[in-house]
Every structure is written in C-alpha cells, then in structure tokens.
C-alpha cells in the first residue's frame, strides 16, 4: 500500500483527511477524530535505518495505534516495525512501501480507530 492509497482508504471510510501540524515536517500527517480530536494514523517520511534496516534512503510510513495483546504477533508480519517515535507497547509502524500486506494495514488502520474514538457512555 502506498501513502495516497492509504490516505484514500482513510477518506472513503472515516470522511477524514490528514492536517499537518509541523511546519518544519510538512510531509508528516496526522489523521484525528473529529470530536476528541485524537491521533488514529500518522503518515510520515523517514530514514529506513530508524526501522533498523541498512539504508540511507527514506520511506513512507504510518504510525497506528494497536490492541497490545496482538503488537508481538503483528510485529513478526513483513513491513511491520516497532512504533517510531511513539510508546511501542501501543503503537506499530507499518511500511507504505509495499511490504507489508495492504490488509493488514487496513485493519490495523481499523482497529487504531476503534481505539482511539471516544468511549460510549452507558
């Protein structure tokens, strides 16, 4: 999955597109909920070598909150890696460089919503 296809899967199913609160890092987006305003996904642009790979080059990634019973299993996936500059016992980091598996970052993606919307009273 590539960054605009992810930003466009986020569009069709939540109406949610990004805002980008750094100026100095206009590439970095951030994907909130509309009423507590909570971070779901953020998409950046990295160096590899902060995932632990061997390269000088950067890579598209997002950053997505997950249930911390399943962070060690999704961490074995392809293109999954320890969240990046986020608490990694909730949070994953999945490459948008075809790595990993486009279904797996939709529900990750699907779960990192559930997550973080504001819980029901009652």
């Known amino acids: 999955m590539t960054r605009e296809e992810l930003k466009n899967f986020i569009k069709e199913t939540y109406g949610v597109t990004p805002d980008n609160p750094w100026l100095k890092s206009p590439s970095y987006e951030v994907f909130r909920h509309s009423d507590n305003k909570k971070w779901f996904a953020v998409i950046m642009d990295i160096p590899e070598s902060k995932l632990g790979i061997n390269s000088a080059e950067n890579i598209s990634v997002v950053n997505l909150k997950c249930d911390t019973i399943m962070i060690v299993d999704m961490l074995s996936e392809k293109g999954i890696y320890p969240a ?28 990192s919503f559930k997550l973080t919307e504001t819980k029901k009273k009652g």
Request: charged residues 25%; glycine residues 4%.
């Open 84 to 111: 990046y500059h986020m608490n990694k016992s909730y949070w994953v980091t999945a490459a948008l460089d075809g790595s990993a598996d486009d279904e797996t970052i939709k529900m990750l993606t699907r779960m």
